[in-house]
């Protein structure tokens, strides 16, 4: 795959650069060799994105790129603000108590927080706002209309991650689009079913009514026997994964039906201190990579060494024969030039496609292949996407269904 970075473009009046703008998009779809379907996702989010930027450059001047690869594309907003202490106030406050209809909803919120350039440092993601809208929306009648505005939100619809950053000097905002084959419908459109959201623990995930709500959650989403079988295994084999890491943390699961695909989606977070990180480290070198596992053992692994690093993931192989396997590598797909410290993004589609490729001249590859077919996750699995980024856990499980 090839990486590109467009020039940066600085955009004061948006309306006088939406041509430069698209230029700078054309480049980018031709020169990463983009897919018509992908290339359309792109550029609707973008205008989403410049729309957004419209109401909030203001006096200020903002630069604008996109840079990435045929995988996953960044948009790039970063911007020096010099609104005073009054006229941030007067945002928030609008945004905040919805008395400007326009600033209400999921923009409203963005806009607070690209123009919130105080004192402190901030920073603001999609994933955990989204985490805290499906924690409070039980209990929360405006949680609850912050969960409907969020799920109308085309931008947010479409993103797949969304980080605004702020200091004393800087507000910068990345866009980020992920276009795996497996993600082409659940990463574009709303799903058809959701179901209710199981909330976890590590220190109470044995506890067996965390298993036995697959039943109540499979029972609303209009499947096949047949499917209902395959998604209560993979179900499972994630809470099975889940209970085998090591460090703490709490997550989400929850599954999605669209007209061709169901997905197991988990999202969650570490609660990871220096001293955390450090045990966490050791445990990961005294248990070895080379030891045998199974296909979500690897998954596991990757989840644990990417809380600590990318390099921990770049390192994770495994003994088959006579040699090694490097699953980490093989499985990742955002681990090129500037967009190491992006987080680490792996999948199994990747894995599988590296193992493909290397099988016919290469005896370990050719054993690790031979125990991916044998693995239910890999066999029922479309694809299978993980995402750790700092102290934070996204993993998508996507299967096709009758």
């Not at 600085?10 to 998009?25: R, T």
């Not at 419908?185 to 965390?210: A, C, H, L, M, R």
């Not at 959650?217 to 179900?235: C, G, P, S, V, Y």
């Not at 770049?314 to 990742?332: A, D, E, I, R, S």
Request: glycine share 8%; proline share 0%.
């Amino acid at each position: 795959m090839r990486y590109v970075e467009t020039s940066h473009m600085k955009i004061a009046y948006v309306e006088s650069k939406l041509d430069g703008a698209n230029k700078l998009l054309d480049e980018f779809i031709f020169d990463v060799r983009l897919r018509e379907r992908d290339a359309l996702r792109l550029r609707l989010l973008a205008e989403e994105v410049l729309r957004l930027a419209k109401s909030i450059i203001g006096r200020g001047i903002m630069d604008f790129w996109i840079e990435g690869t045929s995988r996953v594309a960044k948009i790039y907003l970063t911007s020096e603000n010099h609104m005073d202490k009054q006229s941030q106030e007067e945002l928030i406050s609008v945004s905040s108590t919805g008395e400007n209809k326009s600033e209400q909803g999921f923009f409203g919120v963005l806009k607070s927080m690209f123009m919130m350039q105080g004192l402190e440092e901030n920073t603001w993601n999609l994933r955990d706002y989204q985490e805290e809208i499906l924690r409070k929306r039980a209990e929360d009648k405006y949680s609850q209309e912050a969960w409907d505005d969020l799920e109308r939100s085309l931008v947010a619809n479409l993103a797949d991650d969304i980080e605004v950053s702020i200091d004393k000097k800087k507000v910068e905002m990345i866009v980020t689009k992920d276009f795996s084959e497996a993600l082409s419908t659940i990463g574009s459109k709303k799903p058809e079913i959701t179901t209710q959201f199981t909330f976890i623990d590590s220190d109470k995930i044995g506890n067996d009514d965390v298993y036995s709500r697959v039943d109540e959650m499979l029972a609303d989403m209009e499947l096949t026997r047949k499917d209902q079988i395959h998604l209560k295994l993979l179900f499972e084999e994630t809470l099975g994964m889940l209970k085998a890491l090591t460090t703490d943390y709490h997550a989400a699961i929850w599954f999605e039906k669209y007209k061709h695909e169901c997905c197991i989606r988990v999202t969650g977070k570490t609660e990871m201190n220096q001293e955390k990180k450090e045990g966490l480290l050791d445990v990961a070198s005294r248990k070895g990579n080379t030891l045998a596992k199974g296909f979500m053992g690897k998954i596991g692994d990757i989840i644990e060494n990417g809380f600590l690093n990318y390099n921990n993931v770049m390192k994770l192989q495994q003994q088959y024969g006579g040699g090694v396997v490097n699953y980490g590598t093989m499985g990742m797909y955002n681990g090129i030039e500037g967009m190491a410290d992006s987080g680490i993004m792996w999948s199994l589609y990747e894995y599988r496609d590296s193992l493909k490729g290397e099988m016919e001249t290469n005896e370990d590859a050719r054993l690790a292949w031979d125990e991916l077919e044998k693995s239910i996750v890999a066999k029922l699995a479309k694809d299978v996407i993980v995402g750790v980024k700092g102290d934070r856990l996204d993993m998508t499980i996507v299967c096709d269904i009758k």
